[in-house]
């Protein structure tokens, strides 16, 4: 509780107002000041735990990335291979071909999806204007190097099913009709 004391005088409270007034302004703008200054200390405290937090993401995902874009490449080779051999076999009777086509099943993708915790939180905050132009940089290309990799991921997994579905349809005849490569766009 604060206790309150009036002064006596007329015009000496005029003169204690206006005397109290840029007294009071002066320390309302120092409170401001301090305030302002701690919030931007823990701000670039809170930067500098956000940034080594990232730098710990980028290199764990990178490891992440880089086994996914292998094995993605592993599975897009060996479908290439299947559709040759089909686009080989494609209207004629090569049962032999079919079968052994049929005996080694595509691989499935079974990548890792990245780590992104961070990153995300980061890029969400008004953190990411105090954090390092470079760092920032490297986390948007990974997350566009990630995003691609999705796509890629899909594609792979299109042309898995597409020849799945081939080597099902062509097991009762041992025959690769045009109209089946066709409709699964196996040219």
């Known amino acids: 509780m604060h206790d309150i004391h009036l002064s006596g005088g007329g015009a000496h409270d005029w003169a204690n107002f206006f005397?109290?007034?840029?007294?009071?302004?002066?320390?309302?703008?120092?409170?401001?000041?301090?305030?302002q200054t701690a919030?931007?200390?823990?701000?670039?405290?809170?930067?500098?735990?956000?940034?080594?937090?990232?730098?710990?993401?980028?290199?764990?995902?990178?490891?992440?990335?880089?086994?996914?874009?292998?094995?993605?490449?592993?599975?897009?080779?060996?479908?290439?291979?299947?559709?040759?051999?089909?686009?080989?076999?494609?209207g004629?009777?090569?049962?032999?071909?079919?079968?052994?086509?049929?005996?080694?099943?595509l691989p499935t993708w079974f990548g890792y999806p990245p780590v992104d915790a961070v990153w995300l939180m980061a890029r969400d905050s008004a953190l990411l204007l105090l954090l390092p132009s470079l760092l920032v940089?490297?986390?948007?290309?990974?997350?566009?190097?990630?995003?691609g990799l999705d796509k890629r991921k899909w594609m792979v997994e299109q042309c898995r099913v597409r020849v799945d579905a081939l080597l099902r349809l062509s097991e009762g005849s041992g025959v690769?009709?045009?109209?089946?490569?066709e409709k699964y766009r196996l040219h």
């Open 176 to 181: 690769l009709a045009d109209s089946l490569c």
């Open 92 to 105: 004629s009777d090569a049962r032999s071909q079919l079968a052994q086509l049929r005996s080694i099943p």
């Open 39 to 90: 919030e931007y200390l823990h701000r670039r405290r809170q930067a500098r735990e956000i940034a080594a937090k990232l730098l710990a993401e980028i290199l764990e995902n990178r490891e992440v990335a880089r086994f996914d874009i292998e094995l993605t490449e592993f599975v897009i080779t060996a479908a290439e291979k299947q559709l040759f051999v089909l686009n080989a076999v494609r």
């Open 19 to 35: 005397f109290d007034i840029p007294t009071i302004t002066i320390g309302l703008l120092i409170a401001l000041a301090i305030e």
């Open 137 to 147: 940089q490297n986390c948007w290309k990974q997350q566009s190097v990630v995003t």
